[in-house]
């Protein structure tokens, strides 16, 4: 980051009407990966999935990227997941980031990855590849998800394992957090699958719904629309791929203003 001399330089170059935020913690997974967690300004709400515009002054300029809020609703600090793409406009600097540093965030969320534009249903179940899994990270945090589904199904699938520890101790997180984990109790399945090193679950998702393994792995029937909710997060061919086979088993996809049976988002970068 090109960081000016006094904080009164830096101050006056933050454009008007977004937050600027302090960076609290960053984990680097992999070359890849890394999460961090910054302030939450007072003002600020959303729902559990939706994203927000994140940003860094580059230069005298700021640049933004859409990113999932990966914390739930009721946080008191943000938490976001992201890749680290060599030449992205944004990431290419945002992975340098280090506690104290600040971070831009335009003011209006929004998304569609919400439990509001579901209709009522059994079994809820959250598709992700890579950082796709950052909405669900905030979903399966929040209390109104175990009220309104009897189980939930986080899917993740990475290139290889190192990639799957975030969505790993994340489910760790919750099973040993003091309410939180009396709450997802049982409720909360992750099944987690690599693509290009070995694994006990292996194969892209998409694969594994159609072959069926990803049902008899987890003991339940077949998607059914009376009974079964989706919600997907991924690369655009992972979005289109995943779709068609809801669609197959008769699920239909919903919206903010128009509730259904499944609902999608695409997984940010750059
Ligand atoms: P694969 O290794 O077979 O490409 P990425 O890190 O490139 O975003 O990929 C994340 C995961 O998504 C990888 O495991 C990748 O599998 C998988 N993937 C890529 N394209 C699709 C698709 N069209 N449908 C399902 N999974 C996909």
């Given at each position: 980051m090109n960081a000016p001399t006094t904080p009164q330089e830096f101050a006056a170059k933050i454009p008007d009407g977004v937050y600027a935020e302090t960076v609290l913690s960053v984990e680097h997974y992999t070359d890849r990966l890394f999460r961090f967690r910054m302030t939450r300004p007072a003002g600020f709400r959303f729902r559990s999935g939706e994203f927000a515009m994140i940003g860094l002054m580059v230069g005298e300029k700021p640049v933004y990227r859409a990113y999932s809020?990966?914390?739930?609703?009721?946080?008191e600090e943000l938490e976001f997941f992201s890749i680290k793409v060599p030449?992205?406009?944004?990431t290419s600097h945002l992975q340098m980031i280090k506690p104290g540093d600040t971070v831009l965030m335009r003011k209006k969320p929004t998304g569609?990855?919400?439990?509001?534009a579901l209709t009522p249903g059994k079994r809820l179940y959250m598709f992700s590849t890579g950082t796709g899994i950052a909405p669900f990270a905030s979903l399966i945090r929040d209390p109104e998800t175990y009220e309104k589904f009897e189980e939930v199904i986080l899917t993740h699938t990475c290139r290889?394992?190192?990639?799957l520890k975030y969505g790993i101790d994340l489910v760790d997180e919750i099973r040993n957090h003091e309410f939180l984990s009396e709450l997802a109790g049982d409720k909360l399945k992750l099944y987690s699958t690599t693509t290009r090193e070995d694994y006990p679950h292996q194969g892209r998702i998409t694969d594994l719904i159609e072959n069926g393994k990803l049902f008899t792995d987890l003991g339940v029937a077949a998607l059914d629309p009376k009974i079964d909710r989706g919600m997907i997060c991924g690369s655009a061919a992972m979005l289109k791929d995943t779709k068609d086979l809801l669609e197959k088993s008769g699920l239909t996809e919903g919206a903010n203003n128009k509730p259904s049976e499944f609902v999608i988002e695409r997984a940010f970068v750059g």
């Open positions: 809020i990966a914390s739930p609703a009721w946080d030449d992205g406009p944004l569609t990855l919400v439990l509001d290889d394992v190192a990639e």
